[in-house]
């Protein structure tokens, strides 16, 4: 596996081997690397045949700077994680490697109503960062595929919002959620968490299983209601909790019982800021057989 910290280098390296044609699939990170992450080389592997993980805390995407320096750094760990997952080549940039003009936030990316919802309610400017890195890293590395977990489901959709934008051939392929015992969605957030906060945490994850066992066609106020009570009965506090049309991220009070949904759930265990949802309805696949 070669470590690779300056942008030159990797794409020199990268442009020979696709020269090869060596088909490259690239999984952006933050690094704190858990299964979910090693997921997603794994599916890069078997699908892609090269892979590229990048590990860099993105300043621009976070709009709290405290919650930026807590962050969990194990760059040590991320790479004997990725070197035994069978990464191919990591890239480990420093901030000036990336945004070598400064970090403020100049190019707009006209995301239209995804970035005015949830995440995007919550947390302003975070997409318009999370796209000025990520284009920076595609026009560094070049991928065929980008690798990406669906916890992220509203930055999932933004991606492929931006690849659109900039007229980028990669493809977005994106993958399960990968879930501790408990059914908490794995994050590099849940470093943060004490052993007792991760288990009640789970609420969550029993929230949004909630909505898909019960969820009908009609008002959706009740359940997204009781959701949020089963999030505070275990010491969550619900910043949002929504269900949206899954295709457009359109939020509906109303279901005609028919259209593909998500549910999407923020909330609080204590300081640390969790994200999670659930394609609905549960039995989508066989709905109406």
């Given at each position: ?8 280098d990797i794409g020199v390296y990268l ?275």
């Open positions: 596996m070669f470590i690779i910290k300056q942008s030159k442009q020979k081997l696709a020269s090869n044609g060596q088909k490259i699939g690239f999984v952006p990170t933050m690094g704190a690397l858990h299964k979910g992450h090693l997921s997603l080389v794994d599916a890069a592997r078997n699908q892609s045949g090269l892979v590229v993980c990048s590990i860099f805390v993105n300043p621009t995407q976070f709009n709290d700077t405290k919650d930026f320096e807590l962050y969990p750094k194990t760059l040590e760990n991320d790479i004997y994680l990725l070197e035994k997952a069978g990464c191919d080549v990591v890239f480990v940039p420093e901030v000036d490697e990336i945004y070598p003009s400064g970090t403020e936030v100049n190019d707009h990316y006209d995301l239209g109503y995804l970035e005015t919802v949830l995440e995007g309610e919550y947390r302003k400017g975070h997409f318009q960062g999370v796209c000025q890195v990520v284009h920076r890293l595609l026009d560094i590395v070049k991928p065929h595929d980008l690798y990406l977990g669906q916890k992220d489901y509203q930055q999932c959709m933004i991606v492929k919002k931006l690849l659109t934008l900039i007229d980028s051939p990669a493809s977005v392929i994106v993958c399960p959620t990968l879930r501790e015992t408990n059914g908490l969605a794995m994050s590099s957030r849940n470093m943060r968490l004490s052993g007792s906060e991760k288990e009640k945490a789970g609420g969550i994850f029993e929230a949004l299983t909630y909505i898909g066992r019960y969820i009908k066609a009609g008002l959706l106020s009740d359940i997204t209601a009781e959701a949020c009570s089963i999030l505070e009965q275990k010491g969550l506090s619900p910043e949002y909790v929504h269900v949206a049309k899954a295709e457009n991220l359109e939020l509906i009070e109303r279901w005609d019982g028919q259209t593909q949904l998500v549910a999407l759930i923020a909330a609080y265990m204590g300081k640390v800021r969790l994200i999670d949802n659930m394609i609905l309805p549960l039995n989508f696949a066989n709905y109406g057989n």
